[in-house]
């Protein structure tokens, strides 16, 4: 008799919060419509499903260190007090030194584009006030001070067109650090008068906000980040300006008193169950979202495409983040998990694209699946080596199992015991990343979404989905 265990989180222990011609044809129109300049508002966000986070600015160039210091925090908070403390005087000097040589425009958005990724956001301005584009509102800007003089959001605006990949930008609407007024910036202007958070908003966010969804052509998406007290009609106001000059763009749940248009959980998040409406999960491909010399913890392709799958398979969106160093660059070794990950896209991009999460409405032991009219996909990321691949409580009787992969799709052997749908599948997976097998119903498959013991794993069960009776779940 086989022995199952069942694994019971406990609660002190809950675990924390260009496609090849040939999928271009089998899709179609839904593929061709993912091109930006042919999206309707916010498919890109809603079908799409995986975007590309780019965490880029001054900071940048410190890399985490300072003075021969190095900080082991976020690098794009470097010069807040809580990390090198640096004067806003003293860090705007430091742009002299900032000359991204090997910033390439075309080169990210073909990483973006060759990774599966269906639009990038950028940071146009962080918490530390730097414009990464030449503003209109204030002089500490890349182009005027810096030797390097070029404005890089106008160069990646140009190459997304040219690829068809979306643009967004990244906004710090509330903070400021080195703006007269900004929340945690300056109190006193350069004349010593007291500043105040609407010198902030009139003389900079709005104008700047402004100058981004009218001069650098279609914009998928705003991403507001960070808005604290920020009072509700500074953000209806710029939330309005988006609307008039960027009708098709999106604008991030982090706008604040939910005037977004989705959902942002919180960084790294990726929820256990499915979670309603539009939203997203922005992730990092190491620690920091900046550059930070030391941050060698990068996350594997397989670790990448368990964490897409896992949020498409719940529902909601994966924008994953690089950060480029002081030159510009993207570490090679985030690139080569991206790479991975989108040639495995490029195979699969039915799983990905254009579907809904998981009807059982939580990973399962092997993997996760998505759903797309009649079909489940499953994407098995832990393979079971005895030959058999459980799925529980299913209430639709089956049409047929295949592999997915290669020119022609390999039927599977399956049984229907009891609610169970047990396949037949070789002891060693045939793909090295991910296998996918695509299960065919005569109507819309129906679950049973209790969780059930799998005869190969066992099961791990969630604490904090459970009812505590003199406990508290933490």
Not at 244 to 262: C, F, I, K, T, W
Request: net charge negative; glycine share 10%.
């Amino acid at each position: 008799m086989r022995v199952i265990k069942t694994l019971i989180t406990s609660a002190l222990l809950s675990s924390s919060m260009s496609f090849a011609e040939g999928m271009n044809e089998m899709w179609g129109e839904t593929t061709v419509k993912l091109r930006a300049e042919n999206a309707e508002r916010g498919q890109l966000f809603d079908e799409g499903n995986y975007a590309m986070f780019i965490h880029w600015g001054l900071y940048s160039n410190f890399g985490n260190k300072v003075d021969g210091k190095t900080y082991y925090r976020i690098g794009e908070w470097i010069m807040n007090p809580r990390m090198a403390n640096i004067p806003p005087e003293e860090y705007k000097k430091q742009a002299k030194a900032f000359d991204p040589v090997n910033f390439d425009a075309m080169e990210i958005v073909k990483l973006a584009k060759d990774a599966g990724m269906k639009y990038i956001v950028i940071t146009a301005k962080h918490h530390d006030g730097s414009a990464m584009f030449h503003s209109k509102a204030d002089s500490f800007n890349i182009v005027d001070a810096t030797s390097w003089g070029r404005d890089p959001m106008r160069e990646l605006a140009d190459a997304c067109k040219q690829e068809g990949i979306g643009l967004g930008f990244y906004y710090s609407h509330n903070q400021d650090w080195t703006f007269p007024g900004g929340t945690n910036g300056p109190t006193v202007d350069a004349e010593g008068n007291p500043a105040t958070f609407e010198d902030y908003f009139k003389k900079k966010c709005l104008p700047e906000v402004t100058q981004l969804v009218t001069e650098y052509g279609q914009i998928e998406l705003i991403w507001f980040d960070t808005p604290g007290g920020m009072p509700k009609e500074h953000v209806e106001q710029l939330v309005s300006v988006v609307r008039e000059h960027q009708p098709n763009a999106l604008v991030s749940g982090r706008a604040g008193h939910n005037l977004g248009d989705y959902q942002t959980l919180g960084d790294m998040e990726v929820p256990h169950h499915n979670v309603e409406g539009m939203w997203e999960s922005v992730d990092t491909t190491n620690d920091s979202w900046a550059y930070a010399w030391y941050d060698e913890n990068w996350k594997s392709p397989h670790k990448v495409l368990h964490r897409l799958i896992s949020c498409v398979g719940r529902g909601g969106t994966y924008m994953l983040n690089v950060g480029p160093d002081g030159t510009g660059a993207i570490p090679e070794r985030a690139q080569e998990s991206l790479k991975k990950v989108g040639e495995w896209i490029q195979k699969y991009p039915q799983v990905v694209y254009n579907v809904e999460g998981s009807p059982w409405g939580h990973a399962l032991p092997w993997g996760d699946v998505t759903k797309k009219d009649k079909s489940l996909f499953l994407t098995v990321l832990d393979w079971p080596t005895s030959g058999k691949l459980y799925l529980p409580g299913v209430k639709t009787k089956l049409s047929s199992a295949s592999f997915l992969g290669g020119e022609d799709n390999t039927s599977l052997n399956y049984e229907e015991n009891g609610g169970w749908v047990i396949i037949d599948i070789p002891k060693i997976a045939p793909e090295s990343i991910a296998s996918v097998i695509q299960l065919d119903f005569p109507a819309e498959p129906e679950v049973e979404t209790t969780y059930a013991v799998d005869p190969n794993r066992g099961t791990e069960i969630y604490a904090q989905f459970a009812e505590a009776k003199n406990a508290k779940i933490t």
